[in-house]
T-cell receptor, first 116, second 115 residues
């Protein structure tokens, strides 16, 4: 199984709402990533979890809160978002975070988020 | 620091014609290079990667790329494209200098294959 799944596929939320994005993989990967992708732009790294611990936070605003409950699951909790946060949110996983030879990242299909 | 430049933002081509998507990188240390494809409303799929060894790398769907260290390039080629190759293609670099193998993406090239 080389699949990363993400739910929901689409999400529309108001600026006062609280919602969560979910990502799951069953490849035994120990590194998981959240990316944000605006239209016609490349993915931008937000967070990296390694062995269920937050390893990297790319200066992401606190209205985005990641969580890694176990080695297969990665959540992104959203609160008080702004319209400019509307984007495709991609989850990825890799065997480990370290040496690039193991760093082939497998991406999920993404969640299309619209903030009204 | 590492960076990637994809020289063409859009490449139109006719079906069964050859195509080359250009990618140049900069890094002060050894690099690992990747090409990803993104179909509309989907995530990214790895096409191919260069880690070490032979500079000519073959990937999925008939794509190949050549690592040229002297020219710091990693151009993607396909000898004959299909309509189904219409997608956005991202070149990415990861270097040994970073502590966590961070992927840095280029701005993307939209390949449009016309019948």
């Amino acid at each position: 199984d080389t699949e990363v799944t993400q739910t929901p596929k689409h999400l529309v939320m108001g600026m006062t709402n609280k919602k969560s994005l979910k990502c799951e993989q069953h490849m035994g990967h120990r590194a998981m990533y959240w990316y944000k992708q605006k239209a016609k732009k490349p993915p931008e790294l937000m967070f990296v979890y390694s062995y269920e611990k937050l390893s990297i936070n790319e200066s992401v605003p606190s209205r985005f809160s990641p969580e890694c409950p176990n080695s297969s699951l990665l959540n992104l909790h959203l609160h008080a978002l702004q319209p400019e946060d509307s984007a495709l949110y991609l989850c990825a996983s890799s065997q480990s975070q370290g040496v690039a030879s193991y760093n082939e990242q497998f991406f999920g299909p993404g969640t299309r988020l619209t903030v009204l | 620091a590492q960076s990637v430049t994809q020289l063409d933002s859009q490449v139109p081509v006719f079906e069964e014609a050859p195509v080359e998507l250009r990618c140049n990188y900069s890094s002060s240390v050894s690099v690992y290079l990747f090409w990803y494809v993104q179909y509309p409303n989907q995530g990214l799929q790895l096409l191919l990667k260069y880690l070490s060894g032979s500079t000519l790398v073959k990937g999925i769907n008939g794509f190949e790329a050549e690592f040229n260290k002297s020219q710091t390039s990693f151009h993607l080629r396909k000898p004959s494209v299909h309509i189904s190759d219409t997608a956005e293609y991202f070149c990415a670099v990861s270097s040994t200098g970073t502590s966590y193998g961070k992927l840095t993406f280029g701005q993307g090239t939209i390949l449009t294959v016309h019948p």
